[in-house]
């Protein structure tokens, strides 16, 4: 198996630690932020340790299943999960980091194991800058949601 690649993303938001953690850890408003997905809590509470999560990333029937289990649930500042799917496997690590002013870094960062083998290793440079602009473009959209209260806080 190879390494996973690594990507790592972050938002600075003008709210509290607490506000930005409740709001990207309501699974099911993830599709108000996160372009083209829509999540659900398939097991447990989606707040412990051992829930699973299911995400739907495609535009109508077009996509793939990303099924997350999380690992580590330390509110308010970090989530971990392991994605479990066919598609997507690896590791992802969400976390808050408080600023100075009630300010916040949201930070999202993905350790992933490639699909196709040696096809994806070898297509992901082409890739890459199309899925860091999507998800950069989620992150700047979730801040906004989150600085102006559409979010639950």
């Not at 993303?9 to 699974?27: G, H």
């Not at 690590?93 to 949201?106: D, H, N, T």
């Amino acid at each position: 198996m190879s390494k996973p690649v690594h990507v790592a993303l972050d938002v600075v938001i003008n709210a509290p630690v607490s506000a930005v953690f409740t709001a990207f850890s309501q699974w099911s408003e993830q599709g108000r932020w996160m372009l083209g997905t829509h999540v659900e809590v398939t097991k447990g509470d989606g707040a412990s340790i051992g829930s699973e999560l299911s995400a739907f990333t495609g535009l109508g029937p077009a996509g793939f299943l990303d099924t997350m289990t999380i690992t580590r649930w330390d509110a308010p500042y970090r989530v971990d999960v392991l994605h479990t799917g066919k598609v997507v496997r690896g590791t992802g690590i969400m976390e808050v980091v408080a600023l100075p002013g009630g300010r916040s870094r949201f930070i999202w960062s993905e350790d992933l194991d490639l699909p196709l083998g040696r096809l994806g290793r070898l297509g992901w440079p082409l890739a890459r800058p199309a899925f860091l602009s999507g998800v950069r473009r989620s992150l700047v959209a979730f801040g906004r949601l989150v600085e102006g209260g559409v979010l639950p806080r």
